[in-house]
């Protein structure tokens, strides 16, 4: 029997270990990797310096697809980087370099850059790959541990990272090489964002669902415009604003003048001011002058701030005065925005 097996069969993995040990167990972890970050940050403005650059410059003027791959734990932060690299405007997907061998090298074509990560510049399943790419002339980058290593010496740019160890002595798992690969990789991502001019609507076009995507749009794409957009003159009288306001659905009406908002009735102004003489008087004299506006294409975070910090339920928007639709908090919550 294995000593594996042994320590199976005595039940070891199954021991308790005390809340005490265990949340410092988990603090330590913690700590060591927040110190591998720090050096990793260290180094960035010193030996890897030049070389990110050089990657930056590689992944920016690639005309096709960044292609990252890796084995094992690699593989998987290899998956992440590439996510991250596509959500943000670089075009970017996951290559297995085992596959690569059977047959996934036709996914890398000339045009495209590899970013390869091995903690120790030595995985076997890279090979195949690195050949591909210097037999059709495809840059190189790679993100290592090791100087000294294949990978390194393949690499039109190699990352380099200090080797700060693992979490664990015992059990050396990739912890904090890992951890330092996923940051080096969304260091790269927000150089690249930069470098392009990636901005917030880019970002919005390519993460159009939940919530996420929903604050990112703009008012125009969500208000309401056309006969849901309730609009009155001034000498409009309280018994037609009423039916207008019915018919919005929304619990206002705009007061224009001249095409131009110049105030709002709600349905709280009417009911604070609810005598007798009120239905003999007009729009004019009802209205709130002078409401808070919002411009069409100011993202729907901004009519969310102004709407929670005046604790009002809706905004008119306005280009040059005149009112082009009305959004409602209704209207944000239905497009998932919280």
Sequence with gaps: MTK????????????????????????????????????LCEVLAGALATPFAEAVELLSSANGRVIVSGMGKSGHIARKIAATLASTGTPAQFVHPAEASHGDLGMIVENDCVLAISRSGETAELSDLLYHC??????VIGMTFKSDSTLARASTAALVMPDCGEASETA????????MCLALGDALAVA???????????FG???????????????????RVGQSDPLISPSTSVQETLKVMSAGGIGAAGVIEHGKLIGIITDGDLRRRLTPEMFSKDARSLMTPDPKTIAPDAPIADAIAIMNARRITLLFAVEDGKPVGVVHMHDLLAAGVR
Excluded: C, N
């Design 4 to 39: 594996y097996a042994q320590w199976l069969e005595r039940g070891l993995m199954t021991t308790k270990l005390d809340a005490g040990a265990a949340i410092a167990a988990g603090q330590e972890t913690i700590r060591t990797e927040a110190r591998a970050l720090d050096r």
């Design 172 to 179: 050396p798992a990739p912890t904090v090489s890992t951890t």
């Design 134 to 139: 210097h037999r059709i002339g495809i840059p």
């Design 192 to 202: 690249l964002l930069k470098a392009r001019g990636f901005t917030a609507d880019h």
């Design 205 to 223: 076009a390519i993460h159009p669902g939940g919530k996420l995507g929903a604050t990112l749009k703009r008012v125009r794409d969500i208000m």
